[in-house]
Each structure stands twice: as structure tokens, then as C-alpha cells.
DNA sequence: GAACCTTCTGTAACCGGTTTCATACTAACC
DNA sequence: GGTTAGTATGAAACCGGTTACAGAAGGTTC
């Protein structure tokens, strides 16, 4: 088709073979590093190799050697500093390795999740790593019934052999509630993530367990479900805060919506932490920029998706791994949204 | 090796031709939906397919069929905000088609963009998306002389031929200046990101030429370089501060080295935009967070990431593409980190 | 009814590597 | 010197698809 300077025709691996007067599985041995080939002859391999700046073709090699050399990453979504920290982690550890990585998002949509699987389960990728937060039953036996090496992260698994990477969700909840009754708060309003997701119910839980502690009576009405936006989280606080005994502080299931929430506090003319305190979950980038700056709990997000990579590197490597499952500290990380509840007393 | 129930041997196409009773080809045809294939075989083809949970080998089909259907996409780091809106973009548009995304961390250093650059080059993609803002010639002519779908982001091309997005940073740079002017600024401070970057300079030249059509004089000791990270603009805010005739406005190459700049400014006990105006550059999510909110030039992040993916997509299938340029346009964001110079004066 | 076109299908070559196996050569040992 | 072991190498099969080509069947056209 092409009119012109002939592009040097691609290279393959008999190309070097026939100009190093060698076999294709010399050449094949010495790009893989195998013994059983005379210094002398690897050396002329290499320096053809080197000269000709030939490259193995990727395909080729993944098919005749079975494996792809690729790690797959599902993900809900971009869209969140969720996603994006976790991403960090795996690509950082990635990097190091002889590894490629295959990004997928699916939007949450069954049908990408059923497109996805199908690219993954047989072939595609040596291994995947799911961040997948949403219970989702049958996605997952099919996942198991693959033989394919996988993690799922923060995905609380029905079945628990699968490899997986927690965080101590329910400590976490339980630590915010403590954190704010040591304050002297006994109105304590949560705002649940969506408990579709099993890190949800898990904060709740702990958020219970917590009043429980204290004898603190569970209100249902001081609970609100939210979809762990902004948005809901603004809609949660104004809800909660229009009760007739509204609560002197709130317990956010993630970041984004005890900012939302604290933006309807600021509209309401309420003061934070002045009249009302507010704790979040994750320690995304922005509660330490959030005004004031954002009590929360801290996930190590970074940190899930290094130890994903690990864990997935050695499962494909076949390396016996001594725990499957990892569960990751949550931390308290206080900063300026909440206050005693006896100074704001009025 | 294992024991226990026998997992299903990998099934292939001979597998489904064999229990269709048909060729290998006739498969083949059913699963690329080609024609001449009798309807009712098709039919039976498919449900084969169906019931046996059949999935074409990725490597089998890119080595036979010549195109791996991956795009690739390349960028320095995902730490910063830049980086990850383009790839929610690319990853968006990306979504809808036929392809994979296959993402490439370089981390600046030289060596691993020659390490990828053999990944792609040769093979491994259909096509690739560069987001290298740091200007490196040798890297950008064996790209050139490789014949893969190539789109550059952000990259002031030495050679104008190669398809790329850019946006207007000079003028984003002249307005940013002219903004300032028009509240009644002289003193102008640049803190100016890597000046390796092409988008760096040209930032500059737009700030230059800002001052010369209002006739102010460019002052040598009135930038400073940074490296677009917080530290930088920190450090950048105290050195122009500390000049006999300090500057009473800052223009910061980017978000970052801005909000970096307003903490230096803080700690001086300068009052923002009282004392002292800041205008930043990328409209990155933390610039609407930053107390007071950050006045900004918004690049069109996202929507580059959309435009590099829909080019890129049209190289791939051969459709010939009218502008293979395309700049973008850089957009004033006034918020209220800037102020009137003649409210200021004590 | 011969020549020709179209549709449908299968055979076999091919994509570019890896790997098994056979063989040649060298060194070692008794 | 004959057996043995270990290193070095190449021929050919193989990975799982796609596709060029050939051939069969059916329908037109003259």
C-alpha cells in the first residue's frame, strides 16, 4: 500500500536466527535468559538483538508461552480519589515487575461486569486484581470458578478463601462513634454509604457497636442512607438535621459526603465544630483541604493496592502465600470537625 | 498437579467446530459475524458458543489477526490530578469501543520510556496515547519513525506533523497576566513549572507578553522555577516574598505550586487576596476546595483525554482525520483568591 | 447444456514465538 | 577405548486463532 522508503520489514525472531546463523530456539533461549547456549554465540545473538533493536512480538509470546505478562485492574470507577489511591499502589508495585497494566472500569453496569469477566476469566491476563466494593453474588462464583490468580480488595467476600485485601471497616466505624461519644456527643447521626456495599454495612456495624459500648441507645431515625456522593451526603445532613432533636454530630461513611454534609451544615448557619461535629471515612486528598479541616478515618488506600499487587504477583508465581486474605488498619486521623460537646453547649 | 474434579480443559475453536460438526473456519467466520455462513449454521455455531461459555484466546487471536485491540495510554505519574482526569477521558471514550487500556507509568525517567517505547512500538498496542509534557527529543523522533497510531498529549511537538492535543498555554498564560493587570497589578510574580516542560515555557511567554502590551517591564527576579509540585510553590512564594519590592500578585504554572504558594503566604501572615493576589493554572479539584477558592486557568483536562482518544481511535481504523492538530482552548476561572490592587494598598 | 457467478464450507498455510526431542560434540571415568 | 554425563544446537511440533484458496452446490444466462 505504502508508496515510498520501504519501513524495514517487521523483524521476528527467525530474522535474527538466519542473520546470526543460528536456530530460532537458540535465539529463543538466549532472549530468555536459558542456559545451554555457548558465551560466544549468545554474545553474537545479542549484539544482532541489540543492532537490529528487535522486540519480541508481545502476542507471540504470550500465546506460545501461555502466560501474558499482563495484570488486570477492575474498577468501579475513575471518578473517585477511591479508585485513583488504590490504582496508585498496584501501578507503583507493578512497575518493578515484568508486569503490564490492563485498566478496566466497569461503571458498575452487570452487563461490563459480565464483558470484562469474559475477557479475563480465559485468557487476556495472568492475573486480576478487583475493586469491586458491591456485593454482587453470582459475579463472584464466577469469578471463583475460574483458575485465574485473583484479589479482590475491600470486596466482603461469601466466600472466604478467596485471596482479598480488607480494611478493619467495622473498627473504623466503631472508632469514629467512640471518638465522637468521648467528646461527649450522644446525638450521633450516621450516614451510611450505600448497603449494597459490604463496606458499608461493616461502618454501620461498628457504628452500633460503638453506641452499644457506651449504653447509648440505636436510633434508627439517626440514620440516613446515603450513595457515598457529595450530593447524598449534603441531602443526609440536611434530613438528619431537620429531626426534631437533630444530633450534635455526624458520622460520614466516606469523605465526599461529610463534605456534602458539611456544605448543608454551613447553608443551616450551623457552625462546625461549633454546633455540630463532623468525622469522615477514607482521608481522601480532600479532608485535610475541606474547611475546617476533616476529622476522618484514614484507609490505607495506597497501601491496599500494594499489597494487592503483591499478593496477585505471588499468587501467579505460584509462590505459596502464607495469607490469603489481609486485613488493613483503619486510623484516626483528628483534625478540626469535631469538638466537645460541652463547649458547644448553648 | 491438581486433584479433585478436572476444570474443563481450555476450550478452543477446534473444540467448538469439532461439536459443531464444522471447520475451525467456519468458527472462526461465526465469531468475527463475516458472511457466508449459512444462516442455520451460524445459528448452531452460536449456541455452542453459548452453552459451552466459549471466549476467543486474546494472544491467539491479536498474533493471527494482526491487532491486539489495546490501546495504549502513557503517562510520567498518576500522583497528580493532571495526569488522572486525562485518563478518566481516554478511559470514558475508550469504554464504548472494542479496545482494552493498557496503562504505562514512566515516572519521567528515561529509561523506562525507552522500556515501554519497545512494549509499543513494535507490537503490544494497536495505538498510543503520550502524555509527556517534558520535552525529549530523541523519544519523540523514534516514535516518529514507528509507524504505530500515535497521538501526543500536551507535548510542544518538535515536529508539527505528528498528531497531537495541546492547549492555548500561552494564552492561558497572557490572560492569567492581563487578569491581574486589570485589578491593578505591576507586580507580577511567575512561579514557573519545569522549565524541561513545554507547556512550562509557553506559560511564560503568555505571562511575558502580558506585561509587555501593558507596557510593564519583565522582571528577571520575578520568576522562579519550580517543579509543579506544592513543595515548590511553597518555597518559590517565600523567595519572591522576600524581595526588597516583593510582588503584590502571584501567577503559579500550576494548581499545586499555587496552593503551596497560599500556605507559604499564610505562614508570612500575608492575607490572601488581601495582602497578596494568586491565580493558579489547571483548574485541578483542589483549586475549588483551597480556602479562599482558587481564581485559575482551566485546562480542559478531561475533555484532552477524550479528544487524544477519539483521534487516536480514527488513526487505528484508517479514517483519514481532518485536523490532526488540536488545540483546545484554556478558560479564566475567577474564584477569590484575587483582588483589586487599589483595596489593598495600606 | 455449457459457461459463469454466488454462496457456503473445509483444508492448510500462516502469524511469531516456545518447547520437546534428537543429535553432535566434549570431557570424564574406569 | 568404550561407556557415561553434560553442554550446545537445530528441526519440527505446537500455542489458538485468521485467512487464502480450492472445491461443491445451486442458480442464471445464452
Not at 42 to 70: C, D, M, Q, W, Y
Request: charged share 25%; proline share 4%.
Amino acid at each position: 500500500m505504502q508508496v515510498g522508503v520501504m519501513k524495514q520489514t517487521k523483524l521476528t525472531i527467525a530474522d535474527i536466527a538466519r542473520k546470526g546463523g543460528v536456530s530460532k530456539a537458540t535465539v529463543s533461549r538466549v532472549l530468555n535468559n536459558r542456559p545451554y547456549v555457548e558465551k560466544a554465540t549468545r554474545n553474537k545473538v545479542l549484539a544482532i538483538i541489540e543492532e537490529t533493536g528487535f522486540v519480541p512480538h508481545h502476542s507471540a509470546t504470550s500465546l506460545a508461552g501461555g502466560k501474558t505478562n499482563i495484570l488486570g485492574l477492575l474498577v468501579p470507577s475513575l471518578a473517585n480519589p477511591y479508585s485513583l489511591t488504590v490504582i496508585q499502589g498496584v501501578a507503583e508495585k507493578v512497575a518493578g515487575k515484568n508486569l503490564d497494566l490492563m485498566l478496566y472500569t466497569t461503571g458498575l453496569s452487570e452487563k461490563n461486569q459480565k464483558k470484562f469477566l469474559e475477557r479475563l476469566s480465559k485468557n487476556a491476563v495472568d492475573g486480576l486484581i478487583v475493586l469491586l466494593p458491591r456485593e454482587s453474588t453470582n459475579f463472584e462464583s464466577e469469578l471463583f470458578s475460574s483458575d485465574l490468580p485473583l484479589v479482590l480488595i475491600d470486596h466482603r467476600s461469601i466466600n472466604a478463601d478467596l485471596p482479598s485485601i480488607a480494611v478493619t471497616n467495622e473498627k473504623g466505624g466503631f472508632d469514629a462513634t467512640e471518638y465522637l461519644i468521648s467528646l461527649g456527643h450522644t446525638k450521633i447521626g450516621f450516614i451510611a454509604g450505600l448497603l449494597a456495599f459490604g463496606c458499608s454495612v461493616e461502618r454501620l456495624d461498628g457504628y452500633k457497636k460503638g453506641l452499644e459500648k457506651y449504653n447509648l441507645p440505636f436510633c434508627e431515625e439517626y440514620v440516613v442512607e446515603g450513595d457515598f456522593t457529595e450530593a447524598s451526603g449534603y441531602r443526609g445532613a440536611k434530613e438528619l438535621m431537620l429531626l426534631p432533636t437533630p444530633p450534635t454530630a455526624l458520622f460520614c461513611s466516606n469523605d465526599d459526603m461529610a463534605i456534602g454534609a458539611m456544605q448543608a451544615l454551613e447553608e443551616m448557619g450551623k457552625r462546625i465544630p461549633g454546633d455540630v461535629s463532623i468525622i469522615g471515612f477514607d482521608d481522601s486528598p480532600r479532608a485535610s483541604l475541606a474547611f475546617p479541616r476533616l476529622t476522618t478515618i484514614r484507609q490505607p488506600l495506597y497501601q491496599m493496592g500494594e499489597s494487592a499487587a503483591n499478593l496477585v504477583v505471588d499468587l501467579i508465581n505460584g509462590k505459596s502465600v502464607a495469607k490469603k486474605c489481609i486485613v488493613l488498619k483503619t486510623e484516626l486521623i483528628v483534625r478540626d470537625s469535631c469538638a466537645e460537646l460541652s463547649k458547644v453547649k448553648k
